[in-house]
Nanobody, 125 residues
Framework: QVQLVESGGGLVQAGGSLRLSCAVH????????RAWFRQALEKEREEREF???????????AYADSVKGRFTISSDNSKNTVYLQMNNLEPEDTAVYYC???????????????WGQGTQVTVSS
């Protein structure tokens, strides 16, 4: 059974940085597309917003337009861990951030079978 455990969220001022980590237990780590999504307080689960992904098939990386140039997704296969480095954070980045893994090349949250518990990121203005 695949389990994802996130860490690294918190409260930061606008312009600050945070790094999220997601440890993946079980399964073949590099065989999955590993992604980050976020869910604002007023949104439902199915409205989770795609943030970034590292695709299993060709190791391509994709980012949402809203985070390009500020966020970086990376992976340490030796630690079965995927990271999201977030720089120059904005109040609009405030959300619960979820790590996800799936056998997909799609960015839709419905295509990801495995999810972490989420970690809160709050950016104050």
């Amino acid at each position: 059974q695949v389990q994802l455990v996130e860490s690294g969220g918190g409260l930061v001022q606008a312009g600050g940085s945070l790094r999220l980590s997601c440890a993946v237990h079980g399964g073949s780590f590099s065989s999955y597309t590993r992604a980050w999504f976020r869910q604002a307080l007023e949104k439902e689960r199915e409205e989770r917003e795609f943030v970034a992904a590292l695709f299993w098939s060709d190791s391509n990386i994709a980012y949402a337009d809203s985070v390009k140039g500020r966020f970086t997704i990376s992976s340490d296969n030796s630690k079965n861990t995927v990271y999201l480095q977030m720089n120059n954070l904005e109040p609009e980045d405030t959300a619960v951030y979820y790590c996800a893994a799936g056998l997909t090349n799609n960015k839709s949250p419905s295509r990801f079978a495995h999810w972490g518990q989420g970690t809160q990121v709050t950016v104050s203005s």
